[in-house]
């Protein structure tokens, strides 16, 4: 079976340092992967997605990048932070094609300060 | 482009009384659509999904949604709510085209039953 995981699970960082959100999914090969931002416990926003390696689709312009190393590893960061870049951050997979289910880690969630 | 309505941020409802969320999408394509349940500080689960066929699809925890095609819909039912149904629950919708792979979701509807 496929599991996703995500890291860390909380982070509390000043405004003005890095970040690195990190996430690996088992069980499966060349997967869809997505990362969200829940801001107030409310709607979900699309930041990134990838279909490959190397491949990372930006949907809003901000201070955050993506990049997927590895064909399961998909990571979030940013250079410096800014205080609107708090919320909580969801990495989902699915697989490639198809009407497929996105699955989603437990979250990490952003405090900045 | 896709997009995804739920017009009501909260619904309250009775426990034992029949619960309805909605939502509306708009999608160039076919759409495939979803519906999620979020609890406090976690990630989303999945509930169900249309793809095609029968307009009535079955989920899980009792759950079923009702695809409608002229009025772009696809609410969430329950004919009995329970108390432990309170949550935030995401409609989703993704464009059945090739080529395409973004989710996007809805901005969340918070259910409160009440015993």
């Known amino acids: 079976s496929q599991t996703i995981h995500q890291w860390p699970a909380t982070l509390v960082q000043p405004v003005g340092s890095p970040l690195s959100l990190e996430c690996t999914v088992e069980?499966?090969?060349?997967?869809?992967l997505y990362w969200y931002r829940q801001a107030a416990g409310r709607g979900l926003q699309l930041l990134f997605y990838?279909?490959?390696?190397?491949?990372i689709s930006s949907e809003v312009p901000q201070n955050l990048s993506a990049s997927r190393p590895q064909d399961r590893q998909f990571i979030l960061s940013s250079k410096k932070l800014l205080l609107s870049d708090s919320g909580f951050y969801l990495c989902?997979?699915?697989?490639?094609?198809?009407?497929?289910?996105?699955?989603f880690g437990a979250g990490s969630r952003l405090t900045v300060l | 482009a896709q997009s995804v309505a739920q017009p009501e941020d909260q619904v309250n409802v009775a426990e034992g009384n029949p619960l309805t969320v909605k939502c509306t999408y708009s999608v160039s394509g076919n759409p495939y659509l979803f519906w999620y349940v979020q609890y406090p500080n976690r990630g989303l689960q999945f509930l169900l999904k249309?793809?095609?066929?029968?307009?009535l699809v079955k989920g899980s925890y009792g759950f079923e949604a009702e695809f409608n095609k002229s009025q772009t819909s696809f609410h969430l039912k329950k004919p009995s709510a329970l108390v432990s149904d309170s949550a935030l629950y995401f409609c989703?919708?993704?464009?059945?085209?090739?080529?395409?792979?973004?989710?996007?979701f809805g901005t969340g509807t918070r259910l409160k039953v009440l015993a």
């Open positions: 069980g499966t090969s060349n997967p869809n």
């Open positions: 989902a997979w699915s697989w490639a094609s198809g009407a497929n289910v996105l699955t």
């Open positions: 989703a919708v993704r464009d059945s085209g090739s080529g395409t792979y973004k989710y996007i």
């Open positions: 249309y793809i095609t066929g029968d307009n």
């Open positions: 990838s279909v490959g390696i190397g491949q």
